[in-house]
């Protein structure tokens, strides 16, 4: 196992990033609000690329809050729960929240406002559970990551060789505060919920990361610390940069190591989690409470009384941003996530699911392009951005002349996706949509491929069946030859039968006269 | 209520308001004060020779879009053929006459750039290939060259510009021997040629301390706008740094084994179009190579071959040859020079 150290006062960093505005603090000045109930919950049942949980409740049945609605499919799938009660009134595909704005099953259950709750699973004895009672714990409260991916958490506990866990505090995308109210606001449950992650990971220490620019937080967390006697925790403050909460950037500049090409933190026996998971976890564990509610930030110039909601999963969209008092007219873009990496919604009838950590409601003046887009100057700019070490104009170059597998080596898929180079494009191309293109294109070539280089493979053993079939048939002729003996026998015979039923011809021929 | 009511453009969804058209006027920006020192040094030729360049080049510009069927209007407001022209002008004498400009912009507008694919397709940097062509093809109209107003025992007003450029008429009492060797650069190659040491040559009143007399003073001007654009994000350190200081280190040791022949290091620094082109020409980033290590290595190209051109070639400066030579390369540099990507280590 890696041992991880870290020193708080010599971080590492990653090249280029961003510095841009916060614009956070309108949302951190209003306290916490609680999200009533909305009449409708759209219950999405995807869960990450490509994993779509099964329904286990039909149209017309009675559900109550904190029920299961849907199982997993498949290994990598993920329980989902009622987050409140009420009739299940259709089974759909609709649109979701989900990154890539995909159509999904959703579950819509109109809700009875009662919020009742089914039979909520008590857990005594929390001191005495171990590694695998946690990790089902965590399987079993449907635990996704809250901070974007949407990986089903347990999936990341399957690994012996965990060091470190990293609690991923920095959110570096403008106007998200979520994750910094949920520090605010419950800092003991996050303490307690990172003792339980450390319990189910084996890892000796966890690290706290936070970004600069946050005010008072790590002070009030230490205070808890030191008060408890708590020394395999430490908080450490990370240069605010866009993307420092990136998972694999984050461990860069806490460790200045690289997860390498393809693989995940576990590769350096790491697990990063983000604040919304962990305090997710201990309200399972505590409470009883499975994940049906989550911390969503609802900002935007659009918007007039920002803030942030404790929201149940699955309310829609048009409802927070009436809570938080939208202006209709003056909205061009409703965004589920952050300006930078987000995904603009084409209409607000959409339920939020477990990773949407902010709706933005953005004006046409605040999202217009300051020129039409030119061609490219290879001015370089995105190539000082790139915290992969990318070159974005060489792969533009190469995706405009359709010539992907060039794209490829120069190293497309280690791409995040962030929308850096994007950014900063004085050309003001859409250089993610690309990327995103090129990708995806490359992945249906490879299938492809694979698939006709399969059915090469049944092609040749067709053939050679074939052959076998044929070689065979060809021996047992030469047997039956071998076993009649030679040709001229064979001739003899032939001619003998042949004589014999011409005599018994004549011979009946002669009788008959 | 499945139907679209929002715009869905992907993200980053706040753009960041820098536009190539601002990157095109901080370019100028940065070269309004070595043109204002080059105006002092030579009066008033250079505005003309900048007017004339940027009317043919929006000319060609035009013409070009139009016969390739582009957008005119959103491809003249990128400001870059205004810079193309100017940089050109700076080049080129301050007495030049009127259709060196029309040829070196044709060439820099319709063949560098239009031929290649337009804006940011183009192989060749299009100012040096403009002056490259002229350079070759009119050596005798692009060696004459005024001297410094300070030792000059007449200064050409507007209207002597006007008719030097327009109908190649000198006043009288300005020599052609006068004209053809002004250039600091230009009287050391034909120094050299007539057996003369370096020490004798320069102590002709067109040195200054340590570059041609008034030259010296608009590269300091050139680097300040560097410095500017450094500062301002437009253009990397990279080539710059690489390019003066692998002048300084190359350059030396021919100056040491024989200071009677071979120019200074400081010399070649501040003389011709070195730092012009190590701030404004060479980080042409059409032009240049795009990852980092590649620009070190295009800027070290650049600074030899241009130290090799000076001292042992034709020509008295070899900084657009070593640029449009370097151009070529890129391509295989950038080849050879793809950074590892994140976690892409062994």
């Known amino acids: 196992m890696r041992e991880i150290n870290i020193n708080p006062n010599q971080l590492s960093s990653f090249n280029g990033g961003l510095h841009l505005k916060h614009h956070k603090t309108d949302t951190l000045n209003e306290p916490l609000a609680i999200a009533s109930i909305p009449d409708k919950l759209y219950m999405s049942l995807r869960i990450n690329r490509g994993n779509i949980s099964k329904p286990v409740v039909s149209v017309g049945d009675i559900v109550l809050k904190g029920q299961i609605i849907a199982v997993p499919d498949s290994p990598n799938g993920s329980y989902i729960h009622a987050s409140s009660s009420g009739i299940v009134s259709a089974i759909t595909t609709k649109q979701t929240a989900s990154p890539d704005t995909d159509f999904a099953t959703v579950v819509i259950i109109t809700t009875d406002k009662k919020d009742q709750w089914c039979q909520r699973p008590l857990i005594d004895n929390i001191e005495k559970l171990n590694s695998q009672d946690i990790i ?85 967390l230490e205070k808890i610390l030191a008060e408890q006697n708590i020394n395999n925790i430490s908080i450490i403050k990370v240069p605010t940069i866009y993307p420092a909460g990136g998972e694999k ?49 609802v900002a935007g110039d659009a918007i007039n009384q920002p803030q942030n909601f404790k929201a ?7 409802h927070l941003l009436e809570l938080a008092k939208y202006n209709p007219k003056n909205t061009h873009k409703i965004i589920i996530g952050g300006p930078m990496m987000g995904f603009a919604m084409p209409h607000t009838d959409i339920g939020i699911d477990k990773t949407s950590n902010c709706i933005l409601a953005l004006s046409k003046e605040n999202t217009q392009q300051p020129a039409d887009t030119l061609p490219c100057i290879r001015c370089g700019d995105c190539v000082n951005v790139c915290p992969v070490n990318l070159l974005p104009q060489q792969l533009f170059w190469y995706i405009k002349g ?27 191309i859409k250089l993610v949509d690309y990327y995103r293109y090129a990708k995806s294109e490359l992945k249906y070539l490879d299938f492809k491929r694979k698939k006709s280089d399969l059915s090469q493979v049944r092609h040749n053993l067709r053939d050679e069946r074939l052959q076998r079939l044929k070689d065979e048939r060809i021996a047992k002729r030469k047997n039956t030859k071998l076993r009649t003996g030679d040709s001229a026998k064979i001739k003899r015979d032939l001619q003998a039968t042949l004589d014999r039923v011409k005599n018994a011809k004549s011979i009946r021929d002669n009788q008959h006269e | 209520m499945n139907n679209t009511l929002f715009n ?19 370019v100028i920006c940065a070269l309004i004060p070595a043109i204002m020192a ?70 820099a507008i319709v063949v560098a750039k239009h031929l290649f694919g337009g804006l940011g397709q183009n192989i ?30 007449y200064n050409m007003g507007l209207l002597d510009n006007l008719r030097a450029i327009f109908i190649q008429q000198f006043p009288s009492s300005v020599s052609f021997d006068t004209l053809t060797q002004a250039t600091p650069l230009d009287s050391i190659k034909t120094g050299i040629s007539q057996e003369l040491s370096i020490s004798e040559i320069t102590n002709s009143p067109v040195f200054g301390n340590f570059g041609g007399l008034g030259w010296e003073w608009i590269a300091n001007f050139y680097f300040l706008g560097g410095l500017f654009l450094i500062y301002k994000k437009v253009i990397s350190w990279r080539i710059p740094v690489t390019i003066l200081l692998t002048t300084v280190v190359f350059s030396l040791p021919f100056n040491l084994y024989n200071a009677d022949h071979f120019i200074g290091p400081i010399q070649h620094v501040f003389s011709g179009g070195l730092m012009l082109a190590a701030f404004f020409i060479a980080t042409d980033p059409t032009t240049c190579c795009s990852s980092h290590k590649g620009l070190i290595i295009f800027g070290i190209g650049v600074a030899i071959l241009t130290v090799l051109i000076r001292e042992f070639g034709n020509f008295p400066d070899g900084v657009a040859f070593g640029i449009l030579l370097m151009n070529l390369s890129a391509p295989f540099i950038d080849k050879l020079t793809i950074p590892q990507a994140f976690g892409q280590y062994e």
């Open chain 1, 136 to 220: 089902t714990a965590i399987k079993n409260a449907g635990l996704t990551g809250l901070g974007g991916a949407g990986f089903p958490t347990h999936l990341k506990y399957k690994s012996e060789n965990i060091s470190t866990l990293i609690i991923n505090g920095a959110e570096c995308e403008p106007y998200i505060s979520c994750d910094q109210q949920l520090m605010i606001d419950f800092p003991q449950q996050l303490i307690d919920g990172i003792f339980l992650m450390l319990k189910a990971s084996g890892a000796k220490q966890a690290i706290f990361a936070l970004e600069d620019q946050v005010g008072g937080i790590k002070s009030k």
């Open chain 1, 249 to 297: 950037q984050l461990i860069k500049v806490l460790t200045g190591l690289e997860v390498p090409s393809g693989g995940f933190p576990i590769n350096l026996g790491i697990i990063v989690q983000n604040v919304g998971t962990i305090k997710a976890l201990n309200d399972f564990i505590k409470c009883g409470q499975p994940l049906i509610d989550r911390v969503i930030t």
């Open chain 1, 312 to 318: 149940l999963i699955g309310t829609p969209i048009s």
């Open chain 1, 402 to 428: 359709e010539n992907l597998e060039k794209a490829r080596e120069h190293h497309l898929f280690d791409c995040i996706e962030c929308g850096a180079c994007a950014w900063v494009c004085p050309s003001q």
């Open chain 2, 8 to 26: 869905t453009q992907s993200a980053p969804h706040i753009p960041n308001k820098n536009t190539v058209t601002k990157v095109m006027l901080t």
């Open chain 2, 38 to 107: 080059h105006i002092y040094f030579f009066g008033t030729g250079l505005i003309i020779q900048i007017l004339i360049s940027v009317f043919f080049a929006l000319f060609f510009e035009v013409i070009s879009l139009k016969l390739l069927k582009k957008p005119i209007i959103l491809f003249i407001k990128d400001y870059s053929a205004i810079v193309t022209a100017i940089l050109f002008a700076l080049c080129i004498s301050p007495v030049a006459p009127w259709w060196i400009s029309f040829i070196g912009m044709f060439f």
């Open chain 2, 124 to 153: 060749f940097n299009p100012a040096m290939l403009g002056f490259a062509i002229v350079l070759i093809s009119f050596p005798q109209a692009m060696s004459v060259w005024l001297p410094v107003q300070e030792i000059s025992h």
